[in-house]
């Protein structure tokens, strides 16, 4: 594998599931990123860890928990979501933290019944 | 005001002309500037970052940045229709660690 991987790449789950997103990245990264694509707006960034460490929570609803239990290895928890949480979720890396150029998997499409 | 703006588009370019992207930004003490290309259904793709003023130049694509006009713009030369796509504008802001994006251009190159 290289770059960054993502699954599952595809997801439907109702509203009272519990799923969880998996991301790594085999660039020899430090810091790892979750964005939300919807459809009309723009990517927006969820949360960010740099060397494992939570930096950024963009006000993202509890039904969301991310984990990062190293460098390599992203989840997203997802939990009791809303329709309108359906969109494309997208995980990403840089070297670090700040000004470094960011990569980005492939994406999971969530869709929430 | 929005954070990153773009214009939406769509931007028609025929083939073998330049295609101009433009973005500004809010925040004045932004930092570091990327361009993005995203094709439909895809994930974004890293296509140029520019740090300081002036031009930096990759093969057919050229990021420009002016920090006091708070822009930042993206030629691409002898465009193709393979560069038909969403081009999406980042910015680091001030003190952040992850990148705002504009809702992107969408980029039609004519045959």
């Known amino acids: 594998e290289t770059g960054v991987t993502q699954t599952p790449r595809h997801l439907v789950m109702g509203m009272t599931n519990k799923k969880s997103l998996k991301c790594e990245q085999h660039?020899?990264?430090?810091?790892m990123y979750w964005y939300k694509q919807s459809a009309k707006k723009p990517l927006e960034l969820m949360f960010v860890y740099n060397f494992k460490e939570q930096t950024e929570n963009n006000s993202v609803p509890s039904r969301f928990s991310p984990e990062c239990p190293n460098s390599s290895h992203l989840f997203l928890h997802l939990h009791t979501l809303q329709p309108e949480d359906s969109a494309l979720y997208l995980c990403a890396s840089s070297q670090e933290g700040g000004s470094y150029e960011q990569f980005f998997g492939p994406g999971t499409r969530l869709t929430v019944l | 005001q929005k954070e990153v703006e773009q214009n939406s588009g769509p931007l028609s370019v025929p083939e073998g002309a330049i295609a101009s992207l433009n973005c500004t930004y809010s925040d004045r003490g932004s930092q570091s500037f990327f361009w993005y290309r995203q094709y439909s259904g895809k994930s974004p793709e890293l296509i140029m970052s520019i740090y300081s003023n002036g031009d930096k130049e990759d093969g057919r694509f050229t990021a420009q940045l002016n920090k006091a006009s708070q822009y930042v713009s993206l030629l691409i030369r002898d465009s193709q229709p393979s560069d038909s796509a969403t081009y999406l504008c980042?910015?680091?802001?001030?003190?952040?660690?992850?990148?705002?994006f504009g809702k992107g251009t969408h980029l039609i190159i004519q045959p």
């Open positions: 660039l020899g990264h430090n810091a």
């Open positions: 980042a910015v680091k802001r001030t003190g952040a660690d992850g990148l705002t």
